[in-house]
């Protein structure tokens, strides 16, 4: 597709409720990532993959999160058992190592717990 | 660990007054600088990146910035802002030469008057 597309949009869980959240790259980027921002910060490094492979981890930042991207296309990222504090913005990007390493970004799914 | 500063979080500016934001990193190797602007209700986009080369770096819009290795600082300038330059402006840094995670400042936010 012409960027990266993320769904849904806006998610409203239950506190104690999962989520799966969508991210489908730029076509032939081999590197993706997920950020978590919260209201009033910059996003902050979650997971990347380079293409099906999860080089990095670091930033999930409990064991409830866990991301995949089984087929090094489509991501999802998981939630279980979300708490209030899980409420940010969800933003996915990708790249590719010929395009300079820029990063595109989607426009995000909105998580309020409540 | 990468860091990054922006020392403006709210900055208020007359349509056609000159704007620098500043941003400030902390790394110990060579680095990539980014400018992201988010525009209300949009995903984050590229406005300017600094690999290597001329310090001084053209971006979109009109905007740019300079890279000043020996004051780790990275400050983004516009001579002469519009109002649809309202918007949030974050810098960011990586490491050079690799498909690697971005770092985020906190962000400023731009709100220009007519």
């Known amino acids: 597709g012409a960027g990266v597309s993320q769904s849904p949009r806006y998610k409203v869980a239950k506190r104690g409720q999962d989520v799966a959240l969508r991210c489908d790259p730029i076509?032939?980027?081999?590197?993706l990532f997920w950020y978590q921002q919260a209201l009033g910060q910059g996003p902050e490094f979650l997971t990347y993959?380079?293409?099906?492979?999860?080089?990095?981890k670091s930033g999930l930042p409990s064991d409830r999160f866990f991301a995949e991207r089984p087929e090094g296309s489509v991501s999802t990222l998981k939630i279980q058992r979300t708490q209030q504090e899980d409420s940010a913005v969800y933003l996915c990007?990708?790249?590719?190592?010929?395009?300079?390493?820029?990063?595109?970004f989607g426009q995000g799914t909105r998580l309020t717990v409540v | 660990a990468q860091s990054v500063s922006q020392h403006n979080h709210h900055v208020i500016l007359s349509e056609a007054a000159s704007l620098e934001l500043g941003c400030n990193y902390s790394?110990?190797?060579?680095?990539?600088l980014f400018w992201y602007v988010q525009y209300p209700g949009q995903h984050l986009q590229l406005l300017l990146k600094?690999?290597?080369?001329?310090?001084l770096v053209k971006g979109i819009k009109g905007f740019e910035a300079e890279f000043i290795k020996s004051k780790f600082s990275f400050n983004l300038r516009k001579p002469s802002v519009q109002w649809s330059d309202t918007a949030e402006y974050f810098c960011?840094?990586?490491?050079?030469?690799?498909?690697?995670?971005?770092?985020f400042g906190t962000g400023t936010r731009l709100q220009v008057t007519l």
């Open positions: 960011a840094v990586k490491s050079a030469g690799t498909a690697s995670k971005l770092t």
């Open positions: 993959f380079q293409n099906e492979a999860q080089l990095d």
């Open positions: 990007a990708s790249s590719s190592p010929a395009g300079g390493t820029e990063a595109f």
């Open positions: 076509s032939g980027h081999v590197s």
């Open positions: 600094y690999f290597s080369g001329d310090p």
């Open positions: 790394y110990g190797g060579t680095v990539n």
